[in-house]
């Protein structure tokens, strides 16, 4: 029933940010296969109208475009490579989408293994949120082979709002999202020591938010997470236990590379901090509630 | 030959905000009166149409509204209150400005002291470096009785884009700052940081610039102060020196209210490193000199 020229796009990773995806794809027109461990996920993609597969290998039959949203390297290669994974049912050409932040040696050695398949690979870790998920706004710090970009286009054009393509092999867009994530988790973490700071020194914290925000102290993470911590909702929209993992990607990088990264390597302690009093699946402004925790300073309370 | 219902101001520190300042209090139709130890001030203040003085105490002489524009609380308290200082010469009712970036426990101190001669006092740590300081478009952070601000009104017009009023007593105003001055001396450490590594890893600094800048590791000082690496400009906008400074009053605060900013003394440290390097009168972007040489990485050179 499939019209020949309509791209089958196969997603696999149903959570928050793929069944986001997975809605602009539809959106788009696209014919959408998909598969999570989750029966409800599974369930939600066909309320959609997309079309739920029993197995990473089910979803992957046929498919022109091949999309993985999950949370690191480890669990990427499991879907593409694992004993059942997609690379054994995936067409020749066909073209891999590999949305989890990972280190750039993990996203080089994923292009070797799909190119020993015949597969091409795009390096595309994204940034956006499960909201521009949804509506097709997503960005992505993407590099790989001019061919995959061209293949995996109808995809793109539906899921992203802005597409860097920063490279012709893979590594470079997970190299370009690490640094950025150097900064997102040192801005987080250096907003929640912030405001914790501010509420120690009893100053209004409504106030110390809408006078950084206009200020040479402001980031996208003070802006984006402080309000968290004003109305007290720590309902995770991202948790603390992302950042451990990211900032131990960054800290890892500088290592191998042998290049100090001493903001990163203090963040990540603070997010681990946060994660090791109970608070790693909570949102990532936990981080405040921690410090705040410390030395008995009152934050807003919810209600 | 000054109409009587011109308001005198005098303005202490003639720096390049400092003469910012007065060049926005006169383009306003203020009378301005200064002082500055050094003599090119002195002389470019007259050629703007202002009235150099002989002392601080000539400066304060009869003035309606006094700022004073100096690097610390130190400063600050000796123009006002040391053995030629200002508070015996102006008159009562007499509203002063402090501009300096101090521990809110000195403005309060500072305040007090002013009562004590029945003058007025403005807790005004500002931001917006020289160019907005020159168009009258500072930011101020800002806290005072209101008798202080209405006195100093004419003043705080010329000067200000944005006046945050954030409490009727001094302190309040420096605590502000002294949060704001957290984030950004951790957004300058972390921007030096991450383009660093960015170098390590071989990426295009221009284009982790251009993609950063629209992601969520974005800052008010990434975004500010990146462009002097890329144009190997390290002439100082602001010096290392200033960060070794505000980070202090930060850690120190820190210290005496008995609560943790870990992110600060560590990017204290930084800036301390690169100080110790050479390089605390070069700009405040030299951080990532810093850590590019440690590592002998290679960041853009000038020409």
């Given at each position: 029933m499939t019209a020949p020229d309509r791209s089958t796009v196969a997603i696999v990773g149903l959570g928050a940010m793929g069944s986001g995806m997975a809605r602009a794809l539809l959106a788009a027109g696209l014919d959408v296969r998909g598969f999570d461990l989750s029966r409800t996920a599974l369930d939600n993609l066909a309320a959609l109208g997309g079309h739920p597969a029993g197995s990473v290998g089910d979803a992957a039959q046929g498919a022109a475009i091949f999309i993985t949203v999950v949370v690191n390297a480890r669990q990427t290669e499991d879907i593409l490579?694992?004993?059942?994974?997609?690379a054994a049912r995936l067409p020749p050409g066909a073209v891999i989408v590999s949305c989890a932040t990972m280190a750039p040696d993990d996203a080089r050695r994923l292009e070797a293994r799909a190119r020993e398949h015949g597969l091409l690979y795009i390096d595309a870790p994204m940034s956006g949120g499960t909201g521009r998920a949804a509506t097709g706004e997503l960005s992505f710090m993407a590099s790989g082979h001019p061919d995959a970009f061209a293949k995996a286009e109808p995809a793109l054009d539906a899921m992203?709002?802005?597409?860097?393509?920063?490279?012709?092999?893979?590594g470079i867009g997970s190299a370009f999202k690490m640094v950025n994530q150097l900064l997102a988790g040192v801005h987080i973490a250096a907003a929640c020591e912030a405001v914790a700071l501010a509420a120690r020194l009893g100053l209004d914290l409504q106030k110390v938010y809408d006078v950084i925000r206009v200020s040479?102290?402001?980031s996208w993470m003070f802006e984006n997470r402080v309000p968290h911590i004003l109305d007290a909702d720590?309902?995770?929209?991202?948790?603390?236990d992302i950042f451990v993992k990211d900032l131990g990607i960054v800290t890892d990088m500088g290592r191998a590379t042998c290049f100090p990264t001493p903001l990163a390597a203090l963040a990540m302690q603070m997010f681990v901090m946060t994660s090791a009093a109970?608070?790693?699946?909570?949102?990532?402004?936990s981080v405040a509630r921690f410090l705040a925790g410390l030395a008995a300073v009152e934050l807003p309370s919810a209600g």
């Open positions: 490579f694992g004993p059942e994974g997609a992203a709002a802005t597409l860097h393509r920063l490279g012709d092999e893979a040479a102290g402001n720590y309902a995770p929209r991202s948790a603390v109970g608070m790693g699946r909570d949102d990532d402004a």
